[in-house]
């Protein structure tokens, strides 16, 4: 979006990875929901745009990833 003083958005650039998808997000809930307790000294939790959805099940089944 761009804005008259600023110019264009540049958290929109080309070749960003688009982190709004459901697959992101499931992996977030995941590891909001379950890593952040179990493994609560884990410093980066690394989602990945390129893994497919599996449902959030089907990411607490997998470990999150």
């Given at each position: 979006m761009d804005?008259?003083?600023?110019g264009?958005?540049?958290?929109e650039?080309a070749?960003h990875p688009?982190?709004s998808?459901s ?10 929901d379950?890593v952040?307790i179990r493994?609560f ?7 990945d745009?390129?893994i497919p ?5 089907g990411?607490i ?5």
């Amino acid at each position: 979006m761009d804005h008259p003083a600023r110019g264009p958005d540049k958290t929109e650039r080309a070749g960003h990875p688009d982190p709004s998808t459901s697959s992101m997000r499931n992996q977030f809930y995941c590891h909001y929901d379950f890593v952040r307790i179990r493994y609560f000294r884990k410093e980066s939790w690394n989602l990945d745009t390129r893994i497919p959805d599996k449902s959030y099940f089907g990411f607490i089944a997998s470990g999150c990833n």
